[in-house]
């Protein structure tokens, strides 16, 4: 079956340092991948897209690459700040019209 | 605020009760969803609807039952549910357009307390 498998279920970095999260997806391919914020209570908050032509999307301080070799999409937060600490959701369309599916997430925590 | 607004954010239920979670959406889109999260669990999509009509129920058990009215409300009507559905149910919307980039707008979710 599709999935989407976000490896690491939390990562602990120093603020200033860059924050790397991996998202890896199994038996299909994707047209495109999804990465989502979500803060403790909320509900998840969309931040960047990147289709399956695109190598790199860059938000301020956000990038985002997808491998379709490696089957697999990294999200960098550059110059962390404890602002940044969250979950950080991967997410892309399996098969069904608008059928959006999520991988467990990464727990990010910036210490000062 | 996120455009999409659920009602109540916090539900205690008995396994025999009734009780409707609600979900608007002030953005114009043209389809909604519901999700359950449940804690180190992926987001599972249980319901989608387009323009209003049910395009996705992902096996879910009968006892949850959606109904969309419009295309700006979505409801989940709840009845003899069980402990291991507690969860956080989130509501979500998003406009379908043939490039569609299916991004989706959550609302803050309902927690679900079921006793």
């Known amino acids: 079956s599709q999935k989407i498998e976000q490896n690491s279920e939390a990562l602990n970095i120093q603020e200033g340092k860059t924050a790397t999260l991996t998202c890896n997806y199994t038996?299909?391919?994707?047209?495109?991948l999804q990465w989502y914020r979500q803060d403790p209570g909320r509900g998840p908050v969309f931040l960047l897209l990147?289709?399956?032509?695109?190598k790199e999307k860059r938000k301020e301080r956000l990038k985002v690459t997808f491998d379709t070799t490696l089957k697999q999409s990294l999200f960098h937060i550059t110059a962390s700040q404890p602002a940044d600490s969250a979950t950080y959701l991967c997410?892309?369309?399996?098969?069904?019209?608008?059928?959006?599916?999520f991988g467990a997430g990464t727990r990010l925590a910036v210490h000062p | 605020e996120t455009g999409v607004t659920q009602t109540p954010r916090h539900l205690v239920m008995g396994m025999t009760n009734k009780k409707s979670l609600k979900c608007e959406q002030h953005?114009?889109?043209?389809?909604m969803y519901w999700y359950k999260q449940s804690a180190k669990k992926p987001l599972e999509l249980m319901f989608v609807?387009?323009?209003?009509?049910?395009?996705e129920n992902n096996s879910v058990p009968s006892r949850f039952s959606p109904e969309c009215p419009n295309s700006s409300h979505l409801f989940l009507h709840l009845h003899t549910l069980q402990p291991e559905d507690s969860a956080l149910y989130l509501c979500?919307?998003?406009?379908?357009?043939?490039?569609?980039?299916?991004?989706?707008?959550f609302g803050e979710g309902s927690r679900l307390t079921v006793l």
């Open positions: 979500a919307s998003s406009q379908v357009r043939a490039t569609n980039t299916g991004e989706l707008f």
């Open positions: 038996n299909y391919s994707p047209a495109y």
């Open positions: 990147i289709r399956e032509n695109e």
């Open positions: 997410a892309a369309l399996s098969g069904g019209y608008n059928k959006l599916i």
């Open positions: 953005l114009g889109h043209n389809a």
């Open positions: 609807y387009n323009f209003k009509e049910q395009t």
